[in-house]
């Protein structure tokens, strides 16, 4: 039973969506007046964000801006107060989890989930076992382990790779679900640059050879620079800037509120 329309037309559903909330057919992914409230405080405020297919974004702000709450409640770790979230035209606010998943959202959580005692192979297979076919699990194995850069590397034991393989892991990992939308929380904090250039790589080449649209949050300036030509600033729980990493560098109220003093 679809759960995100009350027996509606995908068609006519996707053409609500958009008359609600005005977007262009190629939008992705669309947050309209999204609120989250922690008790009474409020971490994501009425937040309009969208994202296009196969575009790679970034999200940076100052630490408690709600970057990661915007990611969680469009992956609905985090239920939505106010506002809503569309996704390829449809209402996604009320879905489970795993039924966004099963849709094409996927996310690599902030905190490392790899398992060391299991084997790169093992792990990889962890978010594909529902697929019953063993054909269909040995492509998105072998698809992750490229994803990952990990080729050849199946069968040593997760806890042997760097902590820069194992985030490579990760992304690999997410991207065996096939997304269309692809979520990263800081991918590259504390790794040196040799690592966090060849995160960079996986991430472009997962956008540009496969199509996925990312959403990666990173403090990373030079990484951020590498990836995305279009960055958005959250700020106090709502979006203080968009535009190109060179335009919103620039603008002094960017680094004013980086600078502190008024969060
Ligand atoms: N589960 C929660 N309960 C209460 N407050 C929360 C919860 N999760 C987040 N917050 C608060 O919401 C605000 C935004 O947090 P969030 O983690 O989204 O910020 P962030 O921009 O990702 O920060 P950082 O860069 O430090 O990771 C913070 O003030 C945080 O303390």
Redesign the pocket.
Known sequence: MSTDGAGMDPAVRQTAAQAATGTKTDTLLQTDGLVKR??G?T?CDHVDFSVDEGELRCLI??????????LKLITGTHAASEGSIYYDGHDITDLEPHERVNRGISMKF?VPSVYGELSVRENVLLPIQRFADGAERRRRVDEALAAAGLDGRGDVKASTLSHGQQQQLEIGMAASLDPDLLLLD?PVAGLDVEERNEIAERVTRLNEERGIAFVV?E?DTEFVADIADHVTV?HQ?GIFREGSISEVEADPEVKRIYLGGDH
């Open positions: 922690f008790g405080f971490a702000g100052p630490n408690g801006a709600g970057k990661s709450t915007l902030q800081e949050i403090h959250l729980g």
